[in-house]
């Protein structure tokens, strides 16, 4: 049976998701997180997840590094990105890092099946109000590279790249992966190469070049 891990930290949407998601799909099985750690357990727990609905603001995630999370240590596990914020700039970031489809969250229960089924199909899903627009942004050359930069990334070392963000240092590192301190060298070394960066503040800032602004903090503010 296909199954759906639906991330987000608001339980209304995530019911909201679950019943669009059980109309769309026969014998679909639903999980649920509410952080990016959670996600990441759940698959690790359950390597059968076949798409994931990612908030793209939600406690652990601050714009696409989750995404890119995913797609380094999940590659087979397709991931639609769910956000408030419908920027085609931002749909076209999403989908140069990986991402299978991008729902708005202002989108129509109709247009949420449509979404869930295509994509569950191995097919790319992108609201029709927004496809035009999308289709015209162009992708920055620095994105693409990124993209292309942390796509190369081995699961391992893509944790150990969060981890130097984090401003861990090698032993710690080590401690917290359960290897050895010449293993974590060896993967830094990689990582510096394949994101063209020189040093540990360099790839640090990669990450953070994810981050997105939250559209519902601005209304707070």
């Not at 696409?64 to 087979?76: D, E, K, T, V, Y």
């Not at 015209?136 to 790249?161: T, Y």
Request: glycine share 8%.
């Amino acid at each position: 049976m296909p199954t759906l891990l639906i991330a987000d930290d608001h339980p209304l949407f995530r019911a909201a998701l679950r019943g669009a998601a059980a109309d769309a799909v026969a014998d679909l099985q639903v999980r649920e997180a509410d952080s990016l750690d959670s996600v990441l357990a759940a698959l690790e727990a359950e390597p059968g997840i076949d798409l994931v609905l990612l908030d793209l603001h939600m406690p652990g995630n601050h714009g696409l590094a989750g995404l890119a999370a995913i797609r380094a240590q999940h590659p087979g596990v397709a991931v639609v990105v769910v956000s408030a914020n419908d920027d085609p700039r931002v749909v076209r970031r999403a989908l140069d890092h990986g991402a299978a489809g991008y729902l708005p969250k202002s989108t129509g229960l109709d247009e949420l099946r449509e979404a869930i089924r295509t994509v569950m199909g191995c097919e790319q899903w992108l609201p029709a109000v927004l496809r035009g627009a999308v289709s015209s942004a162009r992708s920055s050359p620095r994105d693409a590279a990124l993209a292309a930069g942390l796509a190369s990334l081995s699961p391992q070392q893509f944790r150990v790249l969060v981890l130097v963000a984090e401003g861990l240092l090698n032993k710690q590192i080590a401690d917290r992966l359960g290897i050895q301190e010449r293993t974590v060298k060896a993967h830094l070394t990689a990582i510096f190469e394949r994101l063209g960066v020189r040093n540990r503040t360099q790839a640090g800032v990669v990450l953070r070049e994810l981050e997105l602004t939250d559209p519902a903090r601005l209304l707070e503010d």
